[in-house]
């Protein structure tokens, strides 16, 4: 495929007969899951895409992973960790039969750095720029959206705008109107900071901290420090826009408005949301088509946490759900 400067592609295909993963687990490349890099564009701003699939011709089902405030795509989603088993939600829901996609938003990863604070609304903007590319690469309407914390706002506030683009949505570590929130209430202090400044420091200890900052143990130590290093080739500054929407505009997803099937993950040590908080949100959802789990064990990061196999679990089951017969 030719690229223009709407789109550009370069497929990386894993080469065949690789050796096992740690622990056993087969590597992507050796189930045969292809990789590709694209590029979308938000007006003038340049989105970096990412994608994982089997080696098939199939038409598979989209799922769109949504990153969150601190963190890029590849090393929320696609992670590695040397002397570990898999990390790479990518890798395991391509090998479950989906089309997996995620982006770096605005200001994160390899996307285009600009003078924006990149909040919530323009992140709903970066999404909105990211579907319309996979609906023409896949041919695929409507995709599943997952997204963590900050992630999961994104995702929630585009559901709202074009359900018709949205199949099932899964907010996980998500927030609602914030009350009781600790982590929120510390952030809070800096509100100042947030208004007047649009980038903020993300050092080796503040991403050791989203790790720690709930309850210590609940995320293998190993993992903050491949993901400092990931992180940090890009830079110590990252965007304050959603950290000022959630400690000084929440909320801003609407129950009532969003229209799809959803899931709510809350892990049970979360500071970010309280289950009185979620709850709220869960009983105003105008579908009957919703679920609300509280995963044990977990903090605020479900998907690089010691139980992330149970997110994973979680997660397909209700992708995978089969359609209601109707009474």
């Known amino acids: ?37 694209y590029t979308a564009q938000k007006g003038k701003v340049s989105l970096a895409m990412y994608r994982k699939r089997e080696a098939t011709s199939a038409r ?41 996609w995620t982006m770096d938003h605005e200001n994160y990863g390899k996307s285009s750095r600009t003078s924006a604070n990149s909040d919530i609304a323009s992140g709903a903007e970066d999404l909105k720029a990211g579907i319309e590319l996979i609906r023409r690469e896949t041919g695929q309407a409507r995709v599943h959206l997952f ?10 506030v585009f559901a709202m705008a074009y359900p018709e683009s949205v199949d099932r949505l899964v907010l996980a570590a998500f927030t609602y109107k914030g009350e009781g929130s600790p982590t ?16 903020r420091l993300r050092d080796r200890e503040m991403i050791r901290s989203i790790y720690t900052r709930d309850k210590a143990g609940t995320t293998d130590p190993a ?12 830079g110590d ?10 400690t000084a ?3 801003v997803v609407d129950p009532a ?42 903090a605020h990061s479900l998907v690089t946490c010691i139980n992330r196999r149970q997110m994973w679990h979680t997660v397909r089951a209700f992708l995978q759900m089969p359609p209601a017969i109707a009474s």
């Open 60 to 100: 598979l089902p989209v799922l769109f992973l949504v990153h969150g405030s601190s963190l890029s795509a590849r090393s929320s989603y696609d992670l590695t960790v040397p002397g570990r088993d898999e990390y790479s939600m990518m890798n395991v829901f391509a090998g479950y039969g989906f089309d997996v």
């Open 184 to 199: 929120l209430a510390r952030r809070a202090e800096q509100l100042d900071y947030y208004r007047s400044h649009n980038t």
């Open 237 to 246: 500054q990252v965007p304050t826009g959603t950290y000022l929407d959630m």
């Open 257 to 298: 408005k969003v229209k799809n099937p959803v899931l709510l993950l809350r892990g049970e040590y979360d500071g970010i949301a309280t289950v009185a908080d979620l709850t709220q949100f869960f009983t105003q959802l105008p579908g009957g088509d919703r679920q609300f789990i509280i995963l044990p064990g977990a």
């Open 1 to 37: 495929m030719a690229e223009s400067p709407v789109l550009s592609r370069r497929a990386l295909v894993a080469a065949a007969g690789a050796a096992l993963a740690p622990g056993g687990a087969k590597s992507a490349s050796s189930r045969g899951i292809r990789f590709s890099e």
């Open 249 to 251: 505009r929440l909320p």
């Open 223 to 234: 993992v903050a420090d491949v993901v400092a290093d990931a992180e940090l080739k890009f």
């Open 147 to 156: 997204g963590e914390s900050s992630g999961g706002l994104r995702a929630g």
